[in-house]
């Protein structure tokens, strides 16, 4: 089982994206949940996280114009990105822990990147 992250792309300043995080297989459940972004030539960051009861994070950086949510299956995650900015620019990665249809617990699996770009 793979994580994917999608919806990324190309977007004006000021613009909206929503970024999804699923398996590539049927599962029991995505617990919690952690969006990451890496702008060229710079460490990865944290961006947001979610708790398995819902507590949620977010960075300063982001805070007030993302909104990080599960769907109500617990099946997938999203990251809302509103009122984008070039600084936002980068590849975004979700990494979770899931529960299998089977029950058994993973942790801190990471996700393929997904590229935003915000044009000024």
């Known amino acids: 089982v793979q994580l994917q992250a999608s919806g990324g792309g190309l977007v004006q300043a000021g613009g909206s994206l929503t970024l999804s995080c699923a398996a590539s297989?049927?599962?029991?459940?995505?617990?919690?949940v952690a969006w990451y972004r890496q702008a060229p030539g710079k460490q990865r960051e944290s961006v947001a996280r979610i708790g398995s009861s819902g507590n949620v994070y977010y960075s300063d950086s982001v805070k007030g114009r993302f909104t990080i949510s599960k769907d109500s299956s617990n099946k997938k995650a999203y990251l809302q990105m509103n009122n984008l900015k070039p600084e936002d620019t980068g590849v975004y990665y979700c990494r979770a822990d899931w529960t299998s249809l089977s029950y058994a617990r993973y942790f801190d699996q990471w996700g393929q990147g997904t590229q935003v770009t915000v044009s000024s």
């Open positions: 297989e049927n599962i029991f459940s995505i617990n919690a």
